[in-house]
């Protein structure tokens, strides 16, 4: 199984930060945020992963590499300076992933355990949700059991880190298209598993909330 790091946003919110600099690019404790997701999926047994970029792309192209420093390969989906959003960004790297892959935005500070092997016992997607955030108190979807629905009253918020069945996007046109869209439609036709994961998870989207998890 592949790994998909979704890196491609313009990082509106980390303004002035993001300026410069690609929000993955910055920097936490000493490393760029997106380096935490590499050395975590490496230590999880990932051996490759796919990364798509475009406000700035080059530069992280340019910090990272092939992957040859952390033992990991590295491949780029470049969207030039058109990003697709999320759902947009992993069908035009389809090509250049597995039957079943995990996507994980690069933006996360959190202490899941990402399996490489995950089985989605014939779902089209496993989410990982999470209790809601000051930021997003009303939470994004439902989960009844292993069953992530729409209809529940008590939401819980997407932690951005996802397992997904190439078949999730198959007959979806190219162009910017939306994850949750994308989720939702599959949602209604129980096509979408997922689980409560209640441990350390942080959205890294603004300043303060990068300055408050570095000062953690």
Same mark, same amino acid.
Request: charged letters at 25%; hydrophobic letters at 40%.
């Given at each position: 199984m592949k790994a998909m790091i979704l890196a491609a946003g313009r990082g509106e919110r980390m303004m002035p930060l993001t300026k410069d600099c690609?929000?993955?690019?910055?920097?936490?404790?000493?490393?760029?945020?997106?380096?935490?997701?590499?050395?975590?999926?490496?230590?999880a +047994?990932?051996?490759?992963?796919?990364?798509?970029?475009?406000?700035?792309?080059?530069? !992280?192209?340019?910090?990272l590499g092939d992957g040859a420093k952390w033992g990991v390969?590295?491949?780029?989906?470049?969207?030039?300076?058109?990003?697709?959003?999320?759902?947009?960004?992993?069908?035009k790297a389809l090509d250049l992933l597995t039957e079943k892959f995990m996507v994980i935005n690069s933006d996360l500070w959190c202490d899941y355990g990402f399996?490489?092997?995950?089985?989605?016992?014939?779902?089209?997607?496993?989410?990982?949700?999470v209790p809601n955030p000051e930021h997003n108190k009303q939470g994004?979807?439902?989960? !009844?059991?292993?069953?992530? /629905?729409?209809?529940?009253?008590?939401?819980? /918020?997407?932690?951005?880190? +996802?397992?997904?069945?190439?078949e999730l996007f198959f007959g979806l046109e190219p162009g910017r298209r939306k994850l949750g869209d994308v989720l939702r439609e599959a949602?209604?036709? +129980?096509?979408?598993?997922?689980?409560?994961?209640?441990g350390i998870w942080r959205d890294v989207g603004t300043p303060e909330r990068l300055k408050e998890i570095a000062s953690i």
């Open positions: 690609p929000k993955p690019l910055l920097m936490l404790r000493k490393k760029p945020l997106i380096v935490w997701q590499i050395e975590r999926l490496v230590s +047994g990932f051996k490759e992963i796919v990364i798509n970029i475009a406000y700035l792309g080059e530069m !992280i192209q340019e910090e390969k590295i491949s780029y989906s470049d969207e030039q300076e058109n990003a697709l959003e999320s759902a947009g960004g992993i069908i399996v490489n092997d995950f089985d989605l016992k014939g779902k089209m997607a496993h989410l990982i949700m994004d979807f439902g989960l !009844i059991g292993n069953d992530i /629905t729409l209809s529940c009253s008590e939401r819980y /918020t997407f932690s951005g880190i +996802g397992y997904y069945s190439k949602i209604k036709n +129980g096509f979408v598993s997922g689980e409560l994961y209640e």
